[in-house]
Nanobody, 117 residues
Framework: QVQLQESGPGLVKPSQTLSLTCTVS??????????WSWIRQPPGKGLEWIGY???????TYSPSLKSRTSISRDTSKNQGTLQLNSVTPEDTAVYYC?????????WGQGTQVTVSS
């Protein structure tokens, strides 16, 4: 069974870069036709899709976050990464990685990131 685990700093200062890692176990991040997404949920709000990296390595981002977002992967480590630049307190959220052929069949437990000085 595929399992996902997010990791990274829980506190980031405004204007800095948020960097998170998603470690995949029980499967390969290079599995054909799988999407690997990043999704977040700000406090008191609904889920917001950030973007994904496809099994081919191509990426697609939310238009509202595209200018600040980079999603990549390291197939040798079976990990995906999210970088969000120039963060503000509005980027405070629980961040999830999700994956699967059905876009988000598998989810990590999420990691809280707070943007504050």
């Amino acid at each position: 069974q595929v399992q996902l685990q997010e990791s990274g700093p829980g506190l980031v200062k405004p204007s800095q870069t948020l960097s998170l890692t998603c470690t995949v176990s029980g499967g390969s991040i290079a599995t054909n036709y799988y999407y690997w997404s990043w999704i977040r949920q700000p406090p008191g709000k609904g889920l917001e899709w950030i973007g994904y990296i496809y099994y081919s390595g191509s990426t697609t981002y939310s238009p509202s976050l595209k200018s600040r977002t980079s999603i990549s992967r390291d197939t040798s480590k079976n990990q995906g990464t999210l970088q969000l630049n120039s963060v503000t307190p509005e980027d405070t959220a629980v961040y999830y990685c999700a994956g699967g052929a059905g876009f988000a069949d598998y989810w990590g437990q999420g990691t809280q990131v707070t943007v504050s000085s």
